[in-house]
C-alpha cells in the first residue's frame, strides 16, 4: 500500500478525470469535463480525493456535503487495480473526512446492473433503501444506497 498516496483532487486533475471515468463508466453516463468543473469548483462543503501511484491519478471519490447527508458523486478505479483494496481506502477516507465535517448519512445511487459495486458497497456497510425507476439512460433503474456514519 506504500506506493499508493491519498490526496486532495485539484481542479488540474479533470482531464485526467475525465480520462479515468470514460474508462470507468458506460458512454451514456460517463461525466464530462464540465461536470467535473461544476463538482470541483462548486462552493459547498466536499470530499474530493484522488488515490496515486508514481504520481498519476489511478482513481477518485468526489462527494458533496448537503449539512447532515453527503451524496457520493462518483467513485473510480482503473480496471487494473481494481480488487486491491483501493476503493476500500477512499472510501474508508472519505468517511472519516465526512465524520469530522458532522455528517450523519453517506448516500449514493448505483445503476442496479452494476453488481461488483453494489457488493463493494454492502461490503462497506450501506444497505439498499430504494429503487428510482429510469434514472440512467437508457432506462435503467438506480438504487439508492446509505450509510449511518454518526454517534
Ligand atoms: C466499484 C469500484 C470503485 C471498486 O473499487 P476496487 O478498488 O476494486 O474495490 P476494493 O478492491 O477496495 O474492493 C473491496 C471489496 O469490495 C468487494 N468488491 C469490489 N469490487 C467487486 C466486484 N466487482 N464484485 C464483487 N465484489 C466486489 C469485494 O468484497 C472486495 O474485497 P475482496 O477483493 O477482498 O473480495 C471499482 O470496481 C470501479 O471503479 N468500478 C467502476 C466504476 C463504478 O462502478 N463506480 C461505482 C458507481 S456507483
Same mark, same amino acid.
Request: a negative charge; proline letters at 4%.
Given at each position: $500500500? +506504500?506506493? &499508493?498516496? #491519498?490526496?486532495?483532487?485539484? /481542479?488540474?486533475? #479533470?482531464?485526467?478525470?475525465?480520462?479515468? +471515468?470514460?474508462?470507468? =463508466?458506460?458512454?451514456?453516463?460517463?461525466?464530462?469535463?464540465?461536470? =467535473?468543473?461544476?463538482?470541483? /469548483?462548486?462552493?459547498?462543503?466536499?470530499?474530493?480525493? %484522488?488515490?496515486?501511484? !508514481?504520481?498519476?491519478? *489511478?482513481?477518485?471519490?468526489? /462527494?458533496?456535503?448537503?449539512?447532515? *447527508? %453527503?451524496?457520493? %458523486?462518483?467513485? +473510480?478505479?482503473?480496471?487494473? =487495480?481494481?480488487?486491491?483494496?483501493?476503493?476500500?481506502?477512499? $472510501?474508508?477516507? /472519505?468517511?472519516?473526512?465526512?465524520?469530522?465535517?458532522?455528517?450523519? #448519512?453517506?448516500?449514493?445511487?448505483?445503476?442496479? !446492473?452494476?453488481?461488483?459495486?453494489?457488493? =463493494?458497497?454492502? !461490503?462497506?456497510?450501506?444497505?439498499? @433503501?430504494?429503487? #428510482?425507476?429510469? &434514472?440512467?439512460?437508457? !432506462?435503467?433503474?438506480?438504487? @439508492? $444506497?446509505?450509510?449511518?456514519?454518526? %454517534?
Amino acid at each position: $500500500m +506504500d506506493k &499508493y498516496k #491519498i490526496r486532495d483532487l485539484k /481542479t488540474d486533475d #479533470i482531464e485526467r478525470l475525465v480520462e479515468i +471515468d470514460k474508462i470507468c =463508466f458506460p458512454d451514456e453516463i460517463v461525466f464530462d469535463k464540465d461536470f =467535473f468543473e461544476y463538482l470541483l /469548483t462548486d462552493p459547498r462543503e466536499k470530499v474530493a480525493i %484522488a488515490i496515486t501511484e !508514481n504520481e498519476k491519478i *489511478i482513481g477518485f471519490i468526489i /462527494t458533496i456535503v448537503f449539512e447532515e *447527508i %453527503a451524496e457520493i %458523486a462518483t467513485i +473510480d478505479v482503473l480496471p487494473e =487495480f481494481r480488487r486491491k483494496g483501493l476503493g476500500k481506502l477512499l $472510501m474508508e477516507e /472519505t468517511e472519516k473526512r465526512l465524520k469530522n465535517k458532522e455528517v450523519q #448519512i453517506i448516500l449514493l445511487q448505483v445503476a442496479e !446492473n452494476n453488481s461488483g459495486a453494489i457488493e =463493494f458497497y454492502e !461490503n462497506l456497510g450501506y444497505i439498499k @433503501v430504494e429503487k #428510482i425507476p429510469d &434514472y440512467y439512460p437508457p !432506462n435503467i433503474s438506480a438504487f @439508492v $444506497m446509505i450509510k449511518e456514519v454518526g %454517534a
